[in-house]
Nanobody
């Protein structure tokens, strides 16, 4: 079965950095478009970034553009989200997603001084 397992979340001060990882199994990772979503308390789930399989093109939400970088290592079946210059409003549960259909359990990111 499809499995997506996030890791790397935690507590960080404003202006700091974190790198999230998503370990994938149960499908052909190298041909799958992948996404990162997040959901903050009281808000709808938001698409943060996506990365295509063939072209490797990326897209970002305006709120994170220039600060976050999505990448993938197909040899390791792993996707990453490098998060720099973090702000308190980035606080949320971050979810790994395949094709908008399959979800991981999420990892908590808290940005606070």
């Amino acid at each position: 079965q499809v499995r997506l397992v996030e890791s790397g979340g935690g507590l960080v001060q404003p202006g700091g950095s974190l790198r999230l990882s998503c370990a994938a199994s149960g499908f052909t990772f190298s041909t799958s478009d992948m996404r990162w979503y997040r959901q903050a308390p009281g808000k709808e789930r938001e698409l943060v970034a996506r990365i295509s399989s063939v072209a490797g093109s990326t897209n970002y939400a305006d709120s994170v553009k220039g600060r976050f970088t999505i990448s993938r290592d197909n040899a390791k079946n792993t996707m990453y989200l490098q998060m720099n210059s973090l702000k308190p409003e980035d606080t949320a549960v971050y979810y790994c997603n395949r094709m908008g259909i399959f979800w991981g359990q999420g990892t908590q990111v808290t940005v606070s001084s």
